[in-house]
């Protein structure tokens, strides 16, 4: 079985931009959530979602967003990207169902650099 | 969840048993402990989890206390490639909201040759 796959892998972007990644779960995963990491402040939980709705969110501004498709594919969006946006962007899926429990899986994320 | 304490730092042999205690003295009955690894510039990767009973899969092995309030995971024999930060967690298994896992520092675990 694939695992979750990120694009892109590596990107650089200028101060003011916007930046769309992409995650694609593990097939029969139905949720996928979005962590940041960064050197000062580690991995912390950006949002995630469950059958195409957004269930929580973490303490990030309105910039950062997201969404999932019906395939329970999903995207994050970054708007007016700031230098401190700069981060390893890591998604992560689980199925969360009874039968196969909820352990969360990781990709190998998106480096974002901002400059 | 509850938190675990995990040292900060240790160092192994190659080929030698590592051995990571992690401290999670608040946990639950019906939490389980987790373990991710995370490799330099790499997303977090699933080692093993349990409840009470000792687990054991093809990477490690997970040793619960019979009172649940530490753990200790064991690579049992660790090659260079086992470098990595090592995060122990605990929540809930199996809750269809349980969504979140909340890291901490982890342990930096160096294999040496």
């Known amino acids: 079985k694939a695992g979750v796959t990120q694009t892109p892998r590596y990107l650089i972007k200028t101060r003011g931009q916007q930046v769309t990644l992409s995650c694609s779960p593990i097939s029969g995963h139905r949720s996928v959530s979005w962590y940041q990491q960064t050197p000062g402040q580690g991995l912390q939980f950006l949002f995630e979602y469950f059958s195409e709705t957004q269930r929580n969110k973490g303490n990030f501004p309105g910039r950062f967003s997201g969404r999932q498709f019906s395939n329970s594919r999903s995207e994050m969006n970054v708007s007016t990207l700031e230098l401190g946006d700069s981060a390893l962007y890591l998604c992560?899926?689980?199925?969360?169902?009874?039968?196969?429990?909820?352990?969360?899986?990781f990709g190998e994320g998106s480096w974002l650099t901002v400059v | 969840d509850a938190k675990t304490t995990q040292p900060t730092s240790m160092d192994c042999a190659e080929g030698r048993a590592a051995n990571l205690p992690c401290n999670h003295s608040t946990i639950s009955g019906n939490e389980y402990v987790y373990w991710y690894r995370q490799i330099h510039s790499q997303g977090p990767q699933y080692i093993i989890h349990?409840?009470?009973n000792n687990e054991t899969n093809e990477m490690a092995s997970l040793i619960i206390t019979e009172d649940r309030k530490s753990s200790t995971l064991i690579l049992p024999h660790a090659t260079l490639r086992d470098t990595a930060v090592y995060y122990c967690i605990v929540r809930v298994a199996v809750r269809s909201n349980d969504y979140k896992l909340s890291f901490g520092a982890g342990t930096t675990v160096t294999v040496r040759a």
């Open positions: 349990g409840l009470k």
């Open positions: 992560a899926s689980s199925p969360l169902d009874r039968s196969s429990g909820n352990t969360i899986y």
